[in-house]
T-cell receptor, first 110, second 115 residues
């Protein structure tokens, strides 16, 4: 079955700390994986895309990794800021559709 | 482009009433998706269109739900009659098909409350 699972379900950290979010997928065939950020009361917005041939990609304080062999991806946030508080959703396409993970709810406290 | 535009942003209605949610996708996008988001189940795909044609409506929960896309710039999701369990945030998203892009652009959502 094509699924995307994320962990942890929720996470609380202090401002300035680092954190890592995990995504495991069973979607096949695999072409790419996206991380979306969803602020409260808004729609998800794409942060980064990882294709089959990429292992690591950075976008400012966000670094995504992909291991296509183990079918795992991670999103590492460095020096967290209050504005990082949001839900982070891992998404893998399957045919014309997108398979969404249930997300990780991150809360950053001062 | 102003992005995907949804209306209304908030809707409160009584059980049994008809509810119509509206979406204007990004100009030039070939695909339009309707999603429902709840705390328990996350984002669920209800239905999607390609070039205005419904492709997969297997996610539509019941016959009470219907969706149309009369042209490339407008789509509606209708619930008739509405029930309290339909309370959720409904998102519309669109994407183009060039280069097999998989980035979907989401609207702000419509928060539906059925009392």
């Amino acid at each position: 079955k094509n699924q995307v699972e994320q962990s942890p379900q929720s996470l609380i950290i202090l401002e300035g700390k680092n954190c890592t979010l995990q995504c495991n997928y069973t979607v096949s065939p695999f072409s790419n994986l996206r991380w979306y950020k969803q602020d409260t009361g808004r729609g998800p917005v794409s942060l980064t895309i990882m294709t089959f041939s990429e292992n690591t990609k950075s976008n400012g304080r966000y670094t995504a990794t992909l291991d296509a062999d183990t079918k795992q991806s991670s999103l590492h946030i460095t020096a967290s800021q209050l504005s990082d508080s949001a839900s982070y959703i891992c998404v893998v396409p399957y045919t014309d559709k997108l398979i969404f993970g249930t997300g990780t709810r991150l809360q950053v406290f001062p | 482009d102003a992005g995907v535009i949804q209306s209304p942003r908030h809707e409160v209605t009584e059980m049994g009433q008809e509810v119509t949610l509206r979406c204007k996708p990004i100009s030039g996008h070939d695909y339009l998706f309707w999603y429902r988001q709840t705390m328990m189940r996350g984002l669920e795909l209800l239905i999607y269109f390609n070039n205005n044609v419904p492709i997969d409506d297997s996610g539509m929960p019941e016959d009470r739900f219907s969706a149309k896309m009369p042209n490339a710039s407008f789509s509606t999701l209708k619930i008739q009659p509405s029930e309290p369990r339909d309370s959720a945030v409904y998102f519309c998203a669109s994407r183009h098909d060039r280069g097999r892009s998989t980035e979907a652009f989401f609207g702000q959502g419509t928060r539906l409350t059925v009392v």
